[in-house]
Nanobody, 118 residues
Framework: QVQLVESGGGLVQPGGSLRLSCAAS????????MGWYRQAPGKQRELVASFTSGGTINYADSVKGRFTISRDSAKNTVYLQMNSLKPEDTAVYYC????????????WGQGTQVTVSS
């Protein structure tokens, strides 16, 4: 069983920055995808950024050029650096990890709130 624990959310002014962290315990069978999703009130959960074990990185159009996903393999941690934040980035952000071959391995963190407001 893999556990994902997010941290780093909070309240920030428009134009500010935050870095989210997702610490993973255990391992996911390769090939796998690690990603950040977000869900705003009244909206569906959407993909923000992801990377595969093969090195492919993907960003939602709305965050390209502002957000960066990265990982520290030694710490088994995934990060989401968010710059130039906008009010529309306000949401609960979730970390996800899933195997692309073992469908039973699909894990979510508990979520962390990001609020962008002046």
């Amino acid at each position: 069983q893999v556990q994902l624990v997010e941290s780093g959310g909070g309240l920030v002014q428009p134009g500010g920055s935050l870095r989210l962290s997702c610490a993973a315990s255990g391992s996911i069978f390769s090939p796998y995808v690690m990603g950040w999703y977000r869900q705003a009130p009244g909206k569906q959960r959407e993909l923000v950024a992801s990377f595969t074990s093969g090195g492919t990185i993907n960003y939602a159009d709305s965050v390209k050029g502002r957000f960066t996903i990265s990982r520290d393999s030694a710490k088994n941690t995934v990060y989401l650096q968010m710059n130039s934040l906008k009010p529309e980035d306000t949401a609960v952000y979730y970390c996800n990890g899933r195997s692309m071959v073992l469908r039973s391995q699909n894990y979510w963190g508990q979520g962390t709130q990001v609020t962008v407001s002046s």
